[in-house]
């Protein structure tokens, strides 16, 4: 009796071991015919892959190699440009005690307290309590600053 057991288990593994053969073969197969050939890919969808696929960016660990980069110089922006882009995610809101642009007690206050828009301007280039220096973007200039400052404390009425 041992001996038919052995004999039907050995036709079981057989044949499992046989319908994963078939199963890996038809998946092979399957790849083959679904995968396009080199020649039906057109360049326009090598070129995008490519792009997709570059890199992003080289790292530098050699301190002898290190060449200081030239920032992109980029117009000027007005007072409303750096209020909308820069200012107004905090002021518009609130966020984290900043003076709404509508609460004109509290601009009046600041200015008065910081000496006048040169002062609000100061301490805005500066940055103070939760606001980041330049409010955060570090390229902005002292004029445009001013520029966006003033332009609140009009719209605030202080």
């Given at each position: 009796m041992s001996k038919d057991q052995d004999k039907k288990f050995m036709i079981s593994f057989a044949g499992v071991l046989a319908l994963l053969f078939g199963i890996t073969i038809g998946i092979i197969v399957l790849a083959v015919v679904m995968t396009p050939s080199?020649?039906?890919a057109n360049e326009a969808e090598l070129k995008k892959v490519a792009t997709r696929t570059a890199p992003i960016g080289t790292v530098i660990t050699d301190p002898?190699?290190?060449v200081k980069t030239?920032?992109?110089a980029r117009e000027p922006w007005t007072a409303e440009q750096t209020y909308t882009q820069?200012?107004?995610a905090c002021h518009d809101a609130g966020v984290l005690e900043a003076p709404k642009l509508t609460d004109k007690?509290?601009?009046t206050t600041r200015k008065g307290a910081a000496g006048g828009l040169d002062g609000l301007a100061a301490s805005a280039i500066k940055g103070?309590?939760?606001m980041p220096a330049r409010g955060g973007k570090a390229d902005l200039s002292d004029d445009e600053i001013k520029a966006a400052?003033?332009?609140m404390?009009?719209?605030a009425g202080a």
């Open positions: 080199e020649n039906s002898a190699l290190l030239a920032t992109v820069v200012c107004a007690a509290a601009w103070k309590n939760s400052v003033e332009l404390l009009q719209r």
